[in-house]
Every structure is written in structure tokens, then in C-alpha cells.
């Protein structure tokens, strides 16, 4: 470390000699850097935190490609009289269609889907109806012939028989062939089951990333729906846009006021702290000079009392923005977790200020001159402060090797964030203090030898056994109850929750048109109709495989419902053929029954359909992009994949297919993808944690040449993690998606404090842990603090993921500091009573 200060000490010197000079390029290059950060975006998108070369982004990428990936704008309306709803959609509609985007000129929507052409549909149910829906249709006409027979039997007599029993029987078979029927058959239009909600869908022609686009588009779309005014329909009528894709913007937006929020929240904080302590440091200390020298006033302090804020402040912001600049040219956007680091960033370079400024401080109030003091901090503490940003630089930047692009993207932009921060503050922060110094906006009185902090008495670290015996046994708790962390899978209860988008979905809900059990489908693609043979004969062998523990509700094809040869054609008539002889059967054929009249309809189907006479609603879900027909499998789950481990287990179960040649297909879907993400982020985060932990080890060894001290200056670290894990025990605190990434982060900055308060001993020598607690103690305890307020912006954020990492970092950077300021000396001041200590 000190061959790397003395390589570099000629810069300190040149910026002392050139302040001006070096002042100017610097806010140069910030202009440049600003124009190039005020590009970055936050890209929201889960999939893009996968590596590219990822089976399932590329899966979901080969999907998006060949099926297509359309984001529709829904808009509900609501109202007790369905011939309302109808009137205001037929009237909506056309001037939808008609609207015009300002800022191009183009329409806003491409297409519409409304109503649902059925007719045909009913002539041909059968024929579109899978095996296994023609099986339970055989079933259920098998039984109605069964009871047919049955009642007709005037000696028949069941003394077993519960009529209450038979009713029940009779209601779930009718509510099972409707459930069957209305998945064959859907409602001309997309409405609630008591006609009170409808529900319209606009294919917009714009992108979801295009956020400027979504903005004009939903602005203009409410003042249309005013213009409407929907209460000359129905005074009790409600019309929302909305969907999805509205909740992608809000999201999106949401972030970026928490970015706002928490940069004016984290930043304010964090000034306003460094203003109150510098303003306090250097009033004490002037007022403890000579008489003599003392010629300024309290106001003329009050006065210059910013004057730390903008000293540390435009050096920090100018390495900042630079980072940010640089971070637009690599990776072009930000992600949610990255999308705060500024703040964070913030919060942790000015550290490296607060350090260096405030020990220049004490250096020329001992009455060293301007280069003496520099030169002098610059040496004493400019070891540790390169010790501690450099070993925090390292364990963030080890985390680039992580796949999981939000680990990787996250320590680039940080560790690179810290290391221009280093560098501002140990060679431009002097040259702005040698022009403060130059206007005497630093007011500086000699206080040499009056200092009562210099003393020579030596006090005794109080309760030092007691400390050290109850931060141990908190430690060996949290060892043998690590079973008790917990990670939080449930996305729900990650995201933002927008009252808008709740009410448009508490609307819309019962209007989707859709069987609430079949959502969330994952999407096989395949090369031709052979291969998708083969895929659900897998799938039909997993599920059987499986059993009752099967995820799998139900897959489906084209080929299942659409005969695509000759011999699935006349298959298909001969099983449409056996339905229509049970329904010739003399017990039912003269029976007036619904179900029975919607199936003597179906029936009748003796030809093969034409595939162009199918409505576009029904064969949009089949047809490719490219026209291709049907080359790809849907698979449902049954069960809930906003949970992760339910995602997790569902890609396990029907992830990777293989299939009878030897061939593997892997599923596509955005739940996949989160439940890859999850995969490779909780298999990386302990390789990542303990890669972070042995840089660290190996960089402190090489800073203090001695594996004792390397060990004592770790153990605020590794005393303040557990004291972390014990405080998450407690009170139920769980790791999750977001907040684990600011374990890589505690570490490299949780050592901070352990390296500055073991130099400063080493440096001071025996017995001095007390004196250096109130110096170096006071500085590692304001640039904690800075660093704890930088992440307490995100206390404030809408977004309960970012809220946690706030809480997670925020805590584990107040217990590093409780451990640094407690533990560490009364472990020192223990093993000094029984000379276990060496300062070599």
C-alpha cells in the first residue's frame, strides 16, 4: 500500500501547485460524463438480468420471435345494464381506432378484439374438442343414458339411494360439461357472468419500453374516456385503461420517484449530517486555540459552515456522475436493484471525504501548514482509507463474475463508483481545499499542546469482559440457528402495490373471458408437427411419472384440437361419429335437455373444417408470426407461480424436455425465466458472499502484513454479520430477491471500521484504544452514519424490495459499527490485560 501512495504522491503535490488547473478538467470531464448518464433508463424487464446465452432467455427469446409477445391495453366497463356497456363499447371503439399519436403522427392501436364470432364454433365443438374432452363428453352421455335407463324402469328400485345425493350428482355433472362447453364455446363477448362488466383489448403499435409513447398513450386515452362521458350511458358507469401494461409504466415510474425521493431523502441526510459534525469539529477545535488567535466570531462560522459540504460534496458528485457516464457507454441501463445506486454511492464515497478532511483538520490545528497537513494526512490516513476502498472496490467488483446480471451489474457500477470516489477525494479533494484555504473560507486556530484528546493518561475500555463474553455468545446462537434464516419466494409481496391497478383488475377480473385455472402457460417451441407429437407424449409421461404431484394441469397443442392430416381428420370424425350414437340412443334421443341440444348441434359434423374458417381469436394463440400453424405446446400449471418455489418446481418438472430421440426442448415463459433467476441467484449468492469474504481476507493481509491484525481488524465484520443475522432471527426478517445483494456490499463496507480503528492503534501504539476511539471512533461513526443514511432513502421508496434492502443494509452497517466501537475494543482492551497483543 505505501509503494502504491508514494508512486502517487506526485499528483497530490501537482494538484497543490495547480489547483485551478486540476479543478477545471475535473468539472469538464463531469459535463461530458452528465450527458452521457442522462441517457440510462431502468429496464424492469426479469429477463434481462439472466446471461443472454441462458436456456431459458433463450427459450423465452426463440418464443417471443416465432409466437410473438403483444402487450394489450384492456379497457373495462362497468355498469349494471349490459345494453349500456355494449352501447358505450360500440361508440368507443371506432375513436379509438381513429386516435393519433401527436409525436409521430401514427395511430396509437393496431387492432382491437371485441367480439368473438361463435357460431361456427358451435357447429364444430367437436371437432375442435382434444381426447380427452371427447372422453369426459362419452362419460357424460354414458351416465345420462345410465340414468335414462334407470327411471325408466318401473321395477328398478335403489334402497341405497339418497336423493339429495342424486341432485348433487346431477348439478356438478351439468356444472362440469359447462365448464367444459365454455372452454370449447366461449361468450360472444367478453363480459362478467352477471353482464355487469365488459372487458375490450387495444393492441397498441407502440413498444413497452417506449415509456414516452405509453405516457401519451394513457393521457390521451383518459381524456378520451371524459370526453365520452360515461355517466350519459349509465349514471352508475365506470370505464378504466388499464392492464398490464399500464402497470409496467406505473412500475416504472414508481422506481423513478423513489429514485428522486430517496436521492433527495439520502443525499439531504447525509449533507446536513456532514455539516452538523464538521461545523462542530471545527468550532471546538477553534475555540480551543490561543486568545491570541481567535479573531472570528460564532456567525463567522455559522457562515462558513457549508463550507465542508461543498468542499467534500462537488468532488463526490463529480466521481459520481463520471461513474454513471461510464456506466451508460458498458451497460447502457440500469436495473431495479442499480436503478438507487446513486444515493448508495453517495452515502459510501463520501467516507473517503469525511476521513481525509476531518484528520487534515486535526493535522493543522497541531499547526502544520497547508502542504505539511496534506501531506501528512495523505500518509497516516491515507493507508487506511486505500486499505478500506480498495477492499470494498474488490469484494464488489468480485461479484462481475456472477451470471446473475443483477449481482454482476451491481458491483461493476459500485465498485467502479467507489474507486473514482477514492480517488476524487484522496487527489481533488486537496486541490479544492488549497482554493478554500486560499479565500479562508476554512477558519483554522493552532491548538497544538492544549488539546485534551492528546493527554497522556490512559483510560481503561469499560465492561470489556462483559462485552466480549455477550457479543460471543450471540455469535454461537446465531451459529447453531442459521436453519432459522429465512428467504422470501413470494413475488407478490415484492412488488409495488398500485391502488389504481387493483381497482382495474377488481373490475376487469370477472371479464377476461378465460378459466381462472389455465393462466401462466408455459410455451414449447418446436420445428414441425412430428416434434410436437413428441413433446406431449413426454409431457403425458412426466405427468404420469409424476402422479398426484404433478404441476401440471393440462397441455395442449393445435394438432389436439385441429387435425392437421388426412388420418387425425377421419381419427376426429370417428370419435365425433361415437358421440353422435350416444346420442341417438333411444333412452335420450327424444330427451329436451341444453347440454344435450348443444351436443345433437356439435354432432353433426361429418366434413373436415377448414382452418380459414376458424375466427382469429381462436387462432391467434396457434399461428406464428410467420403464418406457421400450431408448431408449439401450451403447458398450465395448477398452481400459483407468483411463488417462487412453486416457479422453481415447475421449471424442475417441465423445464427441460426431453423427448423419445434423445432431443431436449426447454419451456419459455417470463415465470420460468423469474424462476431461473432465482435458481442461479440463490446457487451464486453463497459462492459470491464467500469469494467477497476471502478477497477481503487476502487484501487486509497484505495491508497489515500480519495475520493477527488481519483477524482483528476483520472481527467488526464478522461480529456485526452475525449480530445481523441475530436481529433477522429475532424479529423474522427474510432475505429475498433484492436485498441479497447487499450482503457483498455489508461485507466491503462493513470492514471499513476495523481497518481504520486498527491502523490508528497500531499507529498510536499500547493503551491508546481510548484516544483513538474518540478520534478515529468519531470519524468511522459519521462515515457510517453517512453510509446508513444513503441506504435510508430507500426506507421512504413505494417498492417493497427496495424498501428491504435499505432495512437489510441499513441494520447490517449499524451493527459492523456497534461491533467496530464495542467488541473490537473491549476484545483489544482484554487481551492487553493479558498480553496476548503484539503491534508488529
Not at 502504491?4 to 468539472?27: C, D, E, G, M, Q
Not at 363477448?189 to 401519451?216: E, H, K, V
Not at 455468545?473 to 442459521?482: H, K, P, Q, S
Amino acid at each position: 500500500m505505501d509503494n502504491i501512495l508514494n508512486f502517487l504522491r506526485p499528483i497530490l503535490r501537482y494538484n497543490y501547485n495547480h489547483p485551478k488547473f486540476t479543478v477545471s478538467w475535473a468539472i469538464l470531464i463531469a459535463i461530458i460524463a452528465t450527458v452521457f448518464a442522462s441517457r440510462l433508463q431502468v429496464d424492469t424487464d426479469i429477463a434481462n438480468l439472466l446471461p443472454p446465452t441462458h436456456p431459458s432467455v433463450v427459450a423465452l427469446e426463440t418464443l417471443q420471435e416465432r409466437v410473438g409477445g403483444e402487450t394489450e391495453m384492456q379497457v373495462v366497463i362497468n355498469s349494471p345494464s349490459f345494453e349500456d356497456n355494449l352501447r358505450f363499447a360500440q361508440e368507443i371503439i371506432p375513436r379509438s381506432m381513429a386516435m393519433i399519436n401527436p409525436r409521430n403522427g401514427q395511430p396509437f392501436f393496431s387492432r382491437y378484439e371485441f367480439i368473438k364470432e361463435v357460431d361456427i364454433l358451435k357447429d364444430y365443438a367437436l371437432y375442435l374438442a382434444t381426447d380427452a374432452e371427447l372422453d369426459e363428453l362419452v362419460f357424460f352421455l354414458e351416465d345420462e343414458i345410465e340414468d335414462a335407463k334407470l327411471a325408466a324402469n318401473p321395477f328398478f328400485v335403489d334402497f341405497e339411494d339418497d336423493w339429495d345425493d342424486d341432485e348433487e350428482d346431477d348439478s356438478a355433472r351439468a356444472r362440469a360439461f359447462d365448464d367444459l362447453y365454455s372452454e370449447l364455446i366461449p361468450d360472444r363477448y367478453p363480459i362478467s357472468a352477471d353482464s355487469t362488466s365488459m372487458l375490450l383489448r387495444f393492441i397498441p403499435t407502440g413498444s413497452r419500453s417506449d415509456l414516452s409513447f405509453l405516457r401519451t398513450l394513457f393521457r390521451e386515452y383518459d381524456k378520451l374516456i371524459e370526453e365520452m362521458q360515461p355517466a350519459t350511458f349509465n349514471p352508475e358507469m365506470q370505464v378504466m385503461a388499464g392492464g398490464r401494461l399500464k402497470r409496467h409504466l406505473m412500475e416504472i415510474d414508481s422506481i423513478m420517484d423513489d429514485v428522486i425521493n430517496s436521492f433527495a431523502t439520502g443525499i439531504g441526510s447525509v449533507l446536513l449530517m456532514v455539516l452538523i459534525y464538521f461545523f462542530w469539529k471545527t468550532y471546538i477545535n477553534y475555540k480551543r486555540g490561543p486568545e491570541s488567535e481567535r479573531r472570528k466570531g460564532f456567525f463567522s462560522h455559522v457562515k462558513r459552515a457549508p463550507v465542508p459540504v461543498f468542499l467534500i460534496g462537488i468532488p463526490l458528485v463529480i466521481s459520481l456522475l463520471v461513474t454513471f457516464g461510464v456506466t451508460a457507454l458498458v451497460l447502457e441501463s440500469l436495473n431495479t436493484m442499480t436503478s438507487v445506486l446513486f444515493v448508495i454511492l453517495f452515502g459510501l464515497g463520501i467516507d473517503y471525504g469525511i476521513h481525509f478532511y476531518a484528520r487534515y483538520l486535526e493535522k493543522r490545528s497541531d499547526g502544520e501548514e497547508v502542504i505539511q497537513a496534506l501531506e501528512s494526512t495523505y500518509s497516516s490516513s491515507g493507508r487506511a482509507i486505500m486499505t478500506s476502498a480498495i477492499t470494498t472496490a474488490i469484494a464488489l467488483f468480485v461479484l462481475i463474475y456472477a451470471d446473475f446480471r443483477g449481482f454482476s451489474e451491481f458491483g461493476f457500477i459500485s465498485g467502479l463508483g467507489i474507486v473514482l470516489a477514492y480517488l476524487s477525494m484522496m487527489y481533488l479533494l486537496p486541490a479544492f481545499i488549497v482554493l478554500f484555504e486560499r479565500f479562508n473560507w476554512i477558519l483554522i486556530n493552532t491548538n497544538h499542546g492544549r488539546n485534551p484528546k492528546k493527554s497522556t493518561e490512559t483510560r481503561r475500555y469499560p465492561f470489556a469482559r462483559t462485552i466480549v463474553a455477550a457479543g460471543t455468545l450471540i455469535v454461537v446462537f446465531v451459529l447453531f440457528n442459521t436453519d432459522k434464516l429465512n428467504f422470501e419466494f413470494d413475488f407478490g409481496k415484492l412488488e409495488p402495490a398500485f391502488p389504481e391497478f387493483e381497482a382495474f383488475r377488481e373490475l376487469s377480473r370477472t371479464a377476461e373471458g378465460s378459466s381462472s385455472e389455465r393462466r401462466n402457460p408455459a410455451y414449447v417451441v418446436a420445428d414441425s408437427y412430428e416434434d410436437v407429437d413428441l413433446i406431449l407424449r413426454a409431457l403425458r409421461g412426466i405427468r404420469e411419472e409424476s402422479g398426484d404431484s404433478t404441476l401440471i394441469l393440462d397441455f395442449e397443442a393445435l394438432q389436439e384440437r385441429f387435425p392437421i392430416n388426412e388420418a387425425a381428420e377421419q381419427h376426429k370424425l370417428e370419435r365425433i361419429s361415437e358421440v353422435r350414437q350416444l346420442l341417438n340412443d333411444p333412452f335420450i334421443r327424444d330427451q329436451q335437455d341444453e347440454n344435450l341440444d348443444r351436443l345433437r348441434r356439435a354432432a353433426q359434423a361429418t366434413e373436415p373444417l377448414d382452418f380459414e374458417l376458424l375466427p382469429d381469436y381462436l387462432t391467434q394463440r396457434f399461428v406464428t408470426r410467420d403464418g406457421q400453424i400450431g408448431q408449439f405446446v401450451m403447458i398450465y400449471p395448477n398452481v400459483s407461480l407468483g411463488d417462487g418455489r412453486n416457479s422453481i418446481a415447475f421449471k424442475q418438472e417441465i423445464g427441460q424436455i426431453e423427448v423419445e430421440d434423445g432431443r431436449i426442448f426447454t419451456s419459455a415463459s417470463t415465470s420460468l425465466v423469474a424462476a431461473s433467476m432465482l435458481m442461479l441467484m440463490t446457487d451464486e449468492s453463497f459462492i459470491m458472499v464467500t469469494a467477497t469474504f476471502i478477497m477481503i481476507l487476502l487484501m487486509m493481509y497484505i495491508s497489515f502484513r500480519s495475520f493477527r491484525w488481519t483477524l482483528i481488524s476483520m472481527l467488526p465484520l464478522v461480529v456485526g454479520l452475525a449480530w445481523l443475522f441475530f436481529v433477522m432471527i429475532l424479529f423474522g426478517l427474510s432475505f429475498n430477491f433484492y436485498n441479497l445483494v447487499t450482503l457483498p456490499a455489508i461485507l466491503g463496507i462493513g470492514n471499513d471500521n476495523g481497518v481504520h480503528l486498527a491502523s490508528r492503534y497500531r499507529e498510536e501504539g499500547p493503551k491508546s484504544m481510548w484516544n483513538v476511539l474518540s478520534s478515529t471512533g468519531q470519524h468511522i461513526s459519521i462515515g457510517s452514519f453517512t453510509t446508513m443514511l444513503g441506504f435510508a432513502g430507500l426506507l421512504f421508496t413505494m417498492h417493497p424490495g427496495l424498501y428491504s434492502i435499505g432495512l437489510l443494509a441499513v441494520i447490517g452497517i449499524g451493527l459492523t459499527l456497534l461491533a467496530a466501537v464495542t467488541f473490537l475494543p473491549a476484545l483489544i482492551q482484554v487481551m492487553e490485560d493479558r498480553n496476548w497483543i503484539t503491534y508488529d
